[in-house]
């Protein structure tokens, strides 16, 4: 499953994606190739890449234009080196970048992209083929990609409610928490398989926003997956031992999953599968590729996934995200060799004790 999206909440826009990439052009030749793998040195040599199943859906491609896309590879890379040329000759004008757009892109190619205008100040948004509308409390809401049809219901489910205010965070980190959250939620099947990464989609989400410095792409955001089986109520909330760390390292996303399996001691696991993967933009002007960062699993951004189950078949989930740059993390994990220590607080538990009450009450749970 597959995913873009944007939205604008009180004068903060974002733009969330995925990293999947499904295919490579509309040519039938190319088309059925795997998802992953090497590229044939054909396409490799003319488009210039040589990653293959994983691929930077939000891409940065000018200090003015942001570019999120869906569908074709060959076709999204030719696209975003068409844009990047002419603002480069002409500067930045929405109405050009959307003639572009409507001439060179293909039937099955979604594009959003944000665009700061004449001297920087002016935001314009920019789409073709995506769906959108507008809510309550989010405004020009547009999306696409096999996932649509589940981020429109989770997205229409949070506009419908008021939020509780939380005086921990402002404004501007609680709009973030609410594309994490949908982004979390929306993919989140996929999100928390125990899949190879270059397989499927499997853990890198994307996040971009205008910040004050001019475009940036969210840090370091940790997954966690819990679980509570109502026939099993003995053992309590249970940890599904994946961990998944996306963060940047330049333009580079590197996206950290372990599958650990548990040990004597109910707090260390051991690492059974290293899928450690480095996600490349859509295009670099980079020749050369940094050293690797540590393998830590230091985080900004903790997206917790909670699922309730019945003899392990699950009857609803939810998402929760905290932000924590500047305050304790919720979720602590120790990497050391093979080995990973890993902990939670009372904090993060209650609220997830707080969900299983209530629905134990017949009371709905919230969808976020």
């Not at 330049?250 to 051991?270: K, M, P, R, Y």
């Amino acid at each position: 499953m597959t995913l873009i999206f944007g939205f604008s909440r009180q004068d903060v826009p974002i733009l969330c994606g995925d990293t999947l990439l499904t295919h490579y052009s509309e040519t039938p030749t190319t088309r059925r190739l795997p998802a992953s793998g090497t590229l044939p040195d054909s396409i490799a040599v003319d488009f210039g890449v040589s990653i293959s199943g994983l691929k930077q859906k939000v891409n940065i491609i000018h200090d003015t234009v942001v570019l999120a896309w869906a569908g074709p590879y060959v076709s999204a890379f030719g696209l975003a080196k068409e844009i990047k040329s002419h603002v480069e000759r002409f500067g930045p004008s929405a109405k050009e970048i959307m003639r572009i757009l409507e001439a060179n892109a293909e039937p099955d190619l979604s594009c959003l992209a944000m665009v700061l205008d004449g001297d920087g100040t002016k935001l314009s948004y920019v789409w073709h083929r995506v769906e959108g509308t507008d809510l309550r409390r989010f405004q020009h809401v547009r999306y696409a990609g096999t996932g649509s049809d589940y981020f429109k219901e989770t997205i229409a489910k949070l506009d419908s409610v008021d939020p509780i205010p939380n005086p921990a965070i402002d404004n501007f980190a609680s709009v973030l928490c609410d594309a994490l959250a949908f982004a979390s939620q929306s993919i989140g099947r996929e999100l928390y398989t125990f899949q190879n990464l270059v397989e499927r989609w499997g853990g890198a989400i994307e996040l971009c926003y205008r910040g004050p410095t001019g475009f940036t792409k969210l840090d370091k955001i940790a997954f966690a997956h819990f679980e509570y089986d109502e026939t099993t109520p003995e053992r309590g909330l249970t940890w599904k031992p994946k961990l998944l760390l996306n963060r940047y390292n330049g333009e580079e996303l590197e996206c950290i999953a372990l599958l650990c399996a548990q040990t004597n001691d109910t707090s260390i696991f051991s690492i059974v599968r290293d899928d450690t993967t480095v996600i490349r933009p859509l295009i670099s002007e980079k020749a050369t590729h940094p050293q690797l960062l540590p393998k830590t699993f230091d985080y900004n951004w903790l997206c917790t996934h909670f699922t309730y189950s019945r003899a392990g078949k699950s009857l609803w989930s939810m998402a929760h995200v905290t932000a924590c740059s500047n305050g304790p993390r919720p979720f602590r994990v120790t990497v050391q060799g093979t080995d990973v220590i890993v902990k939670f607080t009372n904090k993060l538990g209650d609220w997830m004790r707080k969900q299983i009450l209530a629905y134990q009450r017949g009371e709905k749970p919230s969808a976020l």
